[in-house]
């Protein structure tokens, strides 16, 4: 039994794969790893191997690869991005410099898809990345996300005061909260739309922002909800043991 673990900036996912199957899912706040609670693997109950992807702090990393040690004996094997894996390759001068959230995220969607794509995925920020039909990685970009921009405007100016519930609309608003959330979406629909029309390209969304993104967006797009995760699965990404649990 293998536990996948995708840990992001606001939020901590996982599951368990049982002979290729999905057999346990789990998430909590990353927030609450970082005040020191464990992973919640109280329903778990045999692992043989873990697998993790984290954009949080080293810290975090060792707790989680504490625990896994003590309860299930095993070691925890970290992915890294490399110069080339799966059939994709790294278009940044450093690769260790691209967050491995993004890499994996393309690993994934090349692996089901082995064409041109643009992969994105919608969380705390929003990343955007390119790969030809060779999987060749032409570069991304990065905005923030929708809870982001509106937490920028509520602190950087005195009127604007938005509050920060979710929003799915696009509509012109008549007061100024739903201005502020309406705008922060629509802006991350337009910066999509654009590239798709500058890199003619399937488009594939994940993130908890995605499907929001995807019900306004002018143009057709795949919905992968654990794209991150997919990307632990497939052959050939390469990862380092955690020093802890080694």
């Known amino acids: 039994m293998i536990l996948d673990i995708d840990i992001g900036n606001t939020n901590t996912k996982w599951r368990v794969i049982d ?26 109950d045999r ?15 060792t707790a989680l690869s504490r625990q896994l040690s003590s309860r299930f004996n095993i070691v925890l094997e970290v992915a890294v991005v490399s110069d080339i894996a799966c059939g994709v390759t790294c278009g940044y001068k450093n690769p260790s410099t691209l967050g491995v959230d993004r890499w994996l995220a393309m690993i994934a969607a090349y692996a089901r898809y082995r064409e041109a794509l643009i992969v994105v995925d919608a969380g705390s920020a929003v990343t955007l990345d390119v790969l030809r039909v060779d999987g060749y990685h ?10 982001l921009m509106r937490e920028s405007l509520w602190s950087g100016t005195r009127q604007v005061k938005a509050g920060l519930g979710q929003s799915a609309l696009i509509d ?5 909260e739903g201005a502020v959330n309406h705008g922060s979406l629509l802006s ?9 029309k500058t890199y003619p390209s399937r488009l594939i969304l994940t993130g908890g922002s995605a499907e929001a993104i995807l019900r ?9 909800p654990e794209l991150v995760l997919d990307g632990l699965l497939v052959d050939g990404v390469v990862t380092i043991q955690h020093p802890e649990s080694a």
């Open 19 to 44: 002979q290729s199957r999905i057999s346990l899912r789990g998430s909590q706040t990353t927030e609450s790893l970082i005040n020191g609670q464990d992973l919640d693997l109280s329903l778990v």
């Open 47 to 61: 692992l043989t191997r873990a697998r993790l992807c984290s954009v949080a702090d080293k810290s975090i990393i």
């Open 138 to 147: 032409l570069g991304g970009y990065i905005l923030p996300g929708i809870a």
């Open 172 to 176: 012109p608003a008549v007061e100024t």
């Open 188 to 196: 991350i629909i337009a910066t999509i739309e654009k590239i798709v």
């Open 216 to 224: 306004h967006l002018n143009i057709e797009g795949d919905f992968q």
